[in-house]
């Protein structure tokens, strides 16, 4: 008898399982396609869900392939939260190898946010897939990743918009703060030069004129058509400092700054946190660090 009730329980839970939204009492499995975004799916899913990520801190989300640890978290996920527009370009073999059971959602694709467009190199034109840049485009982020899970998972639909709540409040803080940093950069200082162009977003939030050596995804790694372009750039401009990021070798912007006697700061951290000791250990943390960098490069004004 009790071996019968057992069976019929695991034949009803599998038919629950493989059904969506999830019965309560099952729980979900959610994978995040890079640490910035595992960061905000984990500040929805609070200690309801375990949160994975496919790409490790301080590795390039764009260049990155997946490895059999990757596959076998695949195979387990439910859910697997991306960004899109092109970030990751080795997303083709997840769809390549996942079912229907797999739900993938793109953030940025359905992020209410107007979009920007990449302005330089090979992938001139397309979206900008950097949303998160802004604390408004990791706002629209948790949006799409709150409505997510509730619809997946609804016996906690309520926690998860709660939690969504307290992360918009504190992201609109955070904005703030750092509006009102960055207005003690002068305005003849307000230009940012990165290696590739993530930080499109940051400078339309925050008003800084915004250029990088290529667009997106390493791509031409500052080829010698691109690099004079950009020495040729900042002789006509003349900033207080050029910036590198955590994810990209700094060789081209450490060139650059040798050929024209700039400053050269960093790491900016865009594509990935840090480590947990280091200053970008979660998303307010990374932008946090890089608006102090940013003031502290371009000459903000100290505060008395
Ligand atoms: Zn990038």
Same mark, same amino acid.
């Given at each position: 008898?009790?071996?019968?009730?057992?069976?019929?329980?695991?034949?009803?839970?599998?038919?629950?399982?493989?059904?969506?939204?999830?019965?309560?009492?099952?729980?979900?499995?959610?994978?995040?396609?890079?640490?910035?975004?595992?960061?905000?799916?984990?500040?929805?899913?609070?200690?309801?869900?375990?949160?994975?990520v496919?790409?490790?801190?301080?590795a390039?989300?764009?260049?990155?392939e &997946?490895?059999?640890?990757?596959?076998?978290?695949?195979?387990?996920?439910?859910?697997?939260?991306?960004?899109?527009?092109?970030?990751?370009?080795?997303?083709?073999?997840?769809?390549?190898?996942?079912?229907?059971?797999?739900?993938?959602?793109?953030?940025?694709?359905?992020?209410?946010?107007?979009? &920007?467009?990449?302005?330089?190199?090979?992938?001139?034109?397309?979206?900008?897939?950097? @949303?998160? @840049?802004?604390?408004?485009?990791?706002?629209?982020y948790?949006?799409?990743?709150?409505?997510?899970?509730?619809?997946?998972?609804?016996?906690?639909?309520?926690?998860?918009?709660?939690?969504?709540?307290e992360?918009?409040?504190?992201?609109?803080?955070?904005?703030?703060?750092?509006?009102?940093?960055?207005?003690?950069?002068?305005?003849?200082?307000?230009?940012?030069?990165?290696?590739?162009?993530? &930080?499109?977003?940051?400078?339309?939030?925050?008003?800084?004129?915004?250029?990088a050596?290529w667009?997106?995804n390493?791509?031409?790694?500052?080829?010698a058509?691109?690099?004079?372009?950009?020495?040729e750039r900042?002789n006509?401009?003349?900033?207080?400092?050029?910036?590198?990021?955590?994810?990209?070798?700094?060789?081209?912007?450490?060139?650059?700054?040798?050929?024209?006697?700039?400053?050269?700061?960093?790491?900016?951290?865009?594509?990935?946190l840090?480590?947990?000791?280091?200053?970008?250990?979660?998303?307010?943390?990374? @932008?946090?660090?890089?608006?102090?960098?940013?003031?502290?490069?371009?000459?903000?004004?100290?505060?008395?």
């Open positions: 008898m009790q071996k019968r009730v057992t069976w019929v329980r695991t034949l009803v839970l599998s038919i629950f399982m493989s059904a969506s939204p999830l019965a309560s009492g099952s729980t979900l499995n959610v994978i995040a396609s890079f640490p910035v975004l595992e960061d905000l799916v984990k500040r929805i899913a609070g200690d309801d869900i375990q949160v994975s496919i790409v490790p801190t301080g390039d989300v764009h260049s990155w &997946l490895t059999p640890p990757n596959v076998l978290a695949i195979e387990k996920a439910d859910i697997m939260f991306y960004n899109g527009f092109g970030l990751e370009p080795w997303l083709r073999h997840v769809v390549a190898m996942s079912d229907d059971s797999l739900v993938l959602k793109s953030v940025a694709e359905n992020a209410d946010i107007i979009p &920007l467009a990449i302005t330089t190199g090979q992938y001139k034109g397309a979206v900008d897939p950097h @949303m998160w @840049m802004d604390p408004q485009g990791a706002a629209a948790i949006e799409v990743i709150a409505e997510t899970l509730a619809e997946h998972y609804p016996a906690k639909a309520d926690a998860f918009y709660a939690r969504a709540e992360t918009y409040d504190a992201l609109k803080t955070l904005d703030k703060m750092i509006e009102q940093r960055l207005d003690g950069v002068p305005n003849t200082n307000r230009s940012l030069f990165t290696s590739e162009a993530g &930080l499109g977003y940051f400078a339309r939030a925050y008003g800084f004129e915004y250029a050596i667009g997106m390493n791509e031409t790694q500052g080829n058509d691109a690099m004079a372009k950009m020495s900042l006509a401009t003349r900033p207080p400092a050029l910036f590198y990021e955590s994810t990209v070798d700094c060789i081209h912007m450490d060139a650059l700054a040798r050929e024209t006697g700039i400053a050269l700061a960093g790491p900016l951290y865009v594509d990935s840090s480590s947990q000791d280091k200053p970008a250990y979660n998303y307010p943390a990374m @932008m946090r660090h890089n608006t102090e960098l940013i003031h502290e490069a371009l000459g903000g004004a100290r505060p008395e």
